[in-house]
């Protein structure tokens, strides 16, 4: 699981570099893909919170460097025609509104996935409590009735459930 996982954030830190660069060798804008990139990294690739960090921290350090070193009157202009809007300062530096929405979808998306880690603890901690509850009802039983007199109770008991999930499921399709 952990070689996984590091091939999967360096994989990421990887496509950011590429992406960053093409944009500076083409003279590309890419405010679109700046926006969607951590977002699809991070809550579609279910990254863990400390490695979905050091991505967008290295994501937001690139855009740092690019809109504040690296813009020029090219890569300030977006559309063409009558849609062109120039979305730089006189000093090629990238407009207040452009920066902060940026780096807030980061930021959300950085809450994003510290929010979804912590539901997948929480839900892993009450499976856990969940099964060892099972386990401690079972000892009981075992320890009240024989062993063939627990299981007819565990496969009744699994059988009653099975009937209840049936029924549930024929009276939504009847719906």
Known sequence: RT?????????????????????????????????????????????????????????????????????????CTVGSGNTQVFVCDEHFILRGEYSVVQFGLVLLVGAYVYVSERFARHNFAWDVRISSARGADRDILKGMYPEDVVEAVFTSFRNNQNDKMDRSVSSTETI
């Not at 700046?34 to 990254?47: T, Y």
């Not at 937001?60 to 504040?68: C, E, F, N, Q």
Request: a negative charge.
């Open 3 to 75: 070689w996984q996982a590091s091939y999967v954030a360096i994989t990421c830190c990887l496509l950011t570099i590429s992406k960053h660069a093409y944009e500076i060798i083409a003279e590309e804008p890419g405010y679109v893909t700046d926006a969607i990139m951590p977002l699809f990294f991070c809550a579609g690739v279910r990254m863990r919170f400390p490695v979905a960090c050091s991505v967008l921290f290295l994501h937001m350090v690139l855009l740092a460097v690019h809109h504040y070193y690296l813009l020029t009157e090219t890569t």
